[in-house]
């Protein structure tokens, strides 16, 4: 009989936070979502902070939500996690509900508003520790 090898491996410990019903289309959120994805939580607030979209400020609050999560999971004890590390790992956007509202139109009928929702979903991980040098990129200086 061969001895087998019983390596456990734990879960990765992942911080969530969500907006729910942010007064936004996802379409309008997603490409701002696009340019945090996979970022350091530090470098992602930076790169929101100076762009210029109205999804920005909402994607800040949702990010440092999840931040203050990890936070309170290290003051008390449940994890032992470097918070410098934290990175986006997985960020989505999906559609919320639609508020309808009517606007007069010609010859008496009316056309629809549509006052579209949006719910953000960010989760932060903590990046591995790197195995020495990483090798440059081709384009990378």
């Avoid at 470098?43 to 929101?48: G, K, M, N, S, T």
């Avoid at 449940?78 to 639609?98: E, Q």
């Avoid at 309808?100 to 719910?119: D, K, L, N, Q, V």
């Avoid at 990046?127 to 440059?136: A, L, S, Y």
Wanted: positive net charge; charged residues 30%.
């Amino acid at each position: 009989m061969a001895a087998t090898s019983l390596a456990i491996d734990l879960p990765v410990p992942e911080f969530r936070a969500l907006h729910r019903h942010a007064p936004m289309s996802a379409t309008k959120a997603r490409p701002v979502l696009g340019l945090i994805r996979g970022h350091g939580v530090d470098e992602a607030l930076v790169i929101l902070r100076h762009t210029g979209k109205r999804a920005a400020p909402l994607l800040r609050k949702v990010i440092q939500s999840a931040v203050a999560n990890a936070e309170r999971a290290v003051t008390d004890g449940k994890l032992d996690v470097d918070l410098a590390r934290l990175f986006v790992a997985r960020a989505w956007i999906d559609g919320g509900g639609i508020i309808y509202r009517w606007s007069p139109a010609a010859r008496g009928s009316a056309t629809p508003i549509r006052r579209r929702r949006c719910h953000i979903h960010v989760v932060l991980r903590e990046r591995p520790p790197e195995e020495g040098p990483r090798e440059k990129k081709r384009g990378e200086d």
